[in-house]
């Protein structure tokens, strides 16, 4: 952990118990610190942001309920948001610009082949670290959403399936129209046997 840096208003403390992790992009560039600002300016928050160099930033008490997957979700979920843009494109450039670098991958998610841009080496190591430690520290099981032949699922969770399901998420499987984070970090869970 590299820090605490508190959100400049308090999110109300959270009623239920941790069954979820829920993955994020910014699909923007910037700070820990100024991803804090852009959410708090549209009343979100975020317990945990992870910059382009891997640090962690914790933004929220861990029993806060953070508003940053939707009403079904925030009430039992811990969320992380990795500095990202996401998917190619000028905010990309922009960060392709001041040094950073990210390898691109296409895959089939919500219905369409999609090229999409992975975490650093460095945000891939602190993602799967951080859930790690959450997942022994809440006993959230260590799983992905997969299909019976234990591929992970690319399109949005059914509210059953969703109601359901404890352990790490994308931000994709619990609402109609995003796409972070991805598949690749999700599915690099999944190669550590997070079934």
């Excluded at 806060?64 to 009403?71: F, N």
């Excluded at 809440?138 to 352990?167: N, Y």
Aim: charged fraction near 20%; charge should be positive; proline fraction near 9%.
């Amino acid at each position: 952990m590299n820090g605490f840096r508190p959100f400049p208003f308090d999110p109300p403390a959270r009623t239920e118990p941790a069954s979820l992790i829920v993955l994020h992009w910014t699909a923007g560039i910037g700070d820990p610190a100024q991803v804090a600002r852009t959410l708090a300016a549209r009343r979100l928050s975020i317990h945990f942001t992870i910059g382009v160099g891997g640090e962690v930033v914790q933004q929220a008490p861990l029993k806060a309920r953070c508003a940053h997957a939707g009403t079904p979700v925030n009430g039992r979920s811990i969320g992380i948001e990795v500095v990202s843009p996401g998917l190619p494109g000028p905010v990309h450039d922009r960060e392709w610009a001041r040094g950073v670098r990210r390898d691109t991958y296409t895959a089939q998610i919500k219905g369409a082949r999609r090229t999409m841009l992975d975490y650093t080496p460095a945000q891939a190591t602190a993602v799967a670290d951080l859930c790690k430690g959450l997942t022994y520290a809440f006993d959230i099981p260590r799983r992905v959403p997969t299909d019976p032949a234990g591929r992970l699922i690319t399109r949005q969770l059914t509210p059953a399936e969703l109601a359901a399901f404890s352990g790490v998420i994308g931000h994709y499987h619990c609402h109609r129209s995003k796409l972070d984070p991805g598949t690749r970090p999700l599915e690099r869970l999944l190669a550590l046997g997070w079934r």
